[in-house]
């Protein structure tokens, strides 16, 4: 059953509440254990195709949904290992919002009702944000109070564009389920302004929860002053459900025929997006606001790539599963550092490689990879995304786009330099790091290597799948 | 022959430029439960020609009880355990904010006529300026305010406006009540969780003015 994979985090999440923190810990990985197993399942069409009344697999869900099974497996280990060392006063608020998370997310990967969908998405809002707050300080009130009234307003507009989609059916008369499946089937029937005004509308909002300028002033706040395992799900899994949102929608303009409208517009959030974090990454004194500002920019790469289609459609999705991989690694490096020196501030940080050596190699590599350098899967993408443009002729775009790769190679570079390999006088940590919590960084970042390596055909397939029907192919 | 809905639809906007005017919380928590109450019963008015049916009215209660009831009962909760009940200093004055509602007024006016070329009737027409200036007037409300609870009502406010233009565009939506039950809680739950971190903001700072919250910035 599909549904499953909602509902077992939803049920354990509910439980958890109520349960001290040491039966939450293992609680979370177990959960996790079976999230993944059905999805898994799902993966592998064991249950047969499924289309019920409100979801479906489709392959975009379903690749939206592995990333996030994979990553939490990963991230609920850490943060079995994170919360021994940490003080929280309410740890299981803490981890069964990370099970409602997850189930709220999983949600969004299989929705295909439209206003399921948004129903999960304002879901993922209002699950998150005790995972942001749980901190109390001044500086966690704030970002929460931005993110839930930022992004809450912004899914409201998401939610009228949804009755501008409906109201384009009724204007010519079709009388469908509201399901993509079925609206995708009537889309040439639509009235192309409503749908357009719909797309709009459920760009913005979305958009505002995928981060994508000028809606992300929630991001660098909520991905900084969340613990680090809270931020790695929010970078990692959390952007991806809400471009899957607008992915749905693109399709359905594809196949209304207004497709090289919907694409130019994803490109121009995109390019906005890839600028606005060049320009604040250069003098970033944080390095988890460097790193959210990063997930800014990926997810504008990540837009501009589908915007162009074709190859880069590919590559765009490629990018989605590396960026997940790569950026939580980062994010769960961040947390061990966070641990060891006691500050998000750049500069009382430094010499890593001496006083934390697997996490200084681990956060590195990871940079590495983040940048688009290979043996990393992001280089493959974006070289990807840049060919697919180059053949489309859009050399205005592609200019703007590698020009902002470059901006934010440099500003980060010399920030991550100075963490690593500066000198540091005292040799004070607070916490030593352990291999249990080095580990799950360094998988998730071994994951991205081996795809590049070896991408499984199943998966190929289901990028494959989920592109053609935006005209996105390998060989176009 | 004046239409019942157009009574009500009066009765919204009336509610909508009074929010604007006004800067007791306790006063704007009253709006709302107000308004709420109006918003849900304007699915039941609009359409008499399908009559109603038991769905539309059990629908009508339970709106009433999230709308009117519970989402004002938390409001109120909250209103009373902050230390401030009045707006002072909204970065946008109340006679300017309620120009601005008027204006709106207008701008709802001319872009019903101008976008909405349907084959409606009046009624509906009416009932699309009223939703465009509610859905505004939230807007106006939630940029011009500075106190974290004036913002939350903002967004009510704004919610409701979407709701009945979606009341106005979609009919299909009405024919589904699990969705619609689903965007109630999803709504409702928002109320909650913004109440909780409010009542926590007016633990550490004293005070729900969000001028006190601009530590994060680059």
Redesign the interface.
Known sequence: MLQFVFLIPLLAGIAVFFLPAKIGRPALFTTAVIHATFTALEWFKLTGPLQTKYFSNTPEGMLVLAILSFLFLFISLYTVFYMGEVEMSKEPVFNGSMLLFLSSMSMVAIADHIIVLWIAVEATTLMSAPLIFVHRSKESLEATWKYVLICSVGIALALLGCFFVIFSMEMSNVHVPISFTSLNAVASQLNPVWLKAGFIFILIGYGTKMGLAPMHTWLPDAHSEAPSPASALLSGALLNCAFLGIYRCHQLMFAAGLGGYSSNVLIAFGLASMLVSAVFILNQTDYKRMLAYSSIENMGIIAVGIGIGGLAAFGAMLHMIHHSLVKSSLFLSAGNILLGYGTKVIDKTGGMLRLFPKTGMTFFAGFVGISGFPPFGLFISELLIILGAIKAGRYVAISIFIFSLILIFAGASRLVMQMVFSERDNDSILVPEKWSRALPPILLLLTSLILVIWLPDSIYQTIQNAISSIGGTVNG | MIHISNIFLALILLSVLLSLRSNRLMALVKLIAFQGIVVSAVPLVLDTAHGLTFKLIMFFFLLVLVKGVLIPGLMSIAVNKVVVSREIEPIIGYHASLFAGLIMIVVSVYITNNLYF?SMGTSHKLLMVTAITT?GAG?IL?MARRK?IT??IG?LI??NG?YL??TA?????HT?YV?EF??LL?LL??VL??GI?LN??NH??DDVD?AL????K?
Not at chain 2, 169 to 173: D, G, S
């Open positions: 349907a859905m807007l939630l974290a913002q939350v967004y704004m919610e979407i233009i979606g565009l979609a009919k299909e939506v589904q969705v689903a965007v999803d739950v928002a969780v913004m971190v926590d903001i550490t700072f969000t919250l601009g530590q994060l680059d």
